[in-house]
């Protein structure tokens, strides 16, 4: 077999005509202007100083002895979380006294989502594979 068979012409590419007023060199510069302007857009980006948080610039900073926001009063006071020290026996009875019910668990509706368009319900159900796909992802 020689190389001449091996050679597949159908898939090569065709040449470019060169053109008389183009040259390597303008090609360069037009990617070296390019480099340098990604250069100095990434620097200034990183030499920015954190500003406030644009979700939160409109709130007033909270201190610990001002918990009230205007308009909308003191946020309620949370449940102390202790736990209580229960004799295993106790625990048992207190478990116990939890009422339990033995009647079957009916199965829930199936899901109709009323879609105005079959692209609504395609775009639904790309944003849920999505969602899915990057979920599962995350977690390996």
Avoid: K, W
């Amino acid at each position: 077999m020689t190389a001449r068979m091996l050679t597949m012409p159908a898939l090569r590419l065709p040449r470019l005509p060169r053109l008389p007023h183009a040259r390597p060199t303008l090609a360069s510069l037009v990617l070296a202007t390019t480099a340098a302007l990604y250069l100095i857009a990434a620097l200034s980006v990183t030499a920015l100083s954190p500003g406030a948080d644009p979700a939160h610039a409109n709130l007033p900073r909270l201190s610990s002895t001002n918990l009230s926001v205007p308009g909308l009063g003191a946020p309620p006071v949370p449940e102390p979380l202790q736990f209580r020290d229960v004799a295993p026996a106790d625990a048992v009875a207190i478990n116990a006294a939890i009422p339990v019910s033995d009647a079957p668990n009916p199965a829930a509706r199936p899901f109709q989502a009323p879609f105005a368009t079959p692209a609504d319900r395609l775009r639904a159900t790309e944003c849920l594979t999505a969602a899915i796909y990057y979920r599962s992802e995350e977690h390996t």
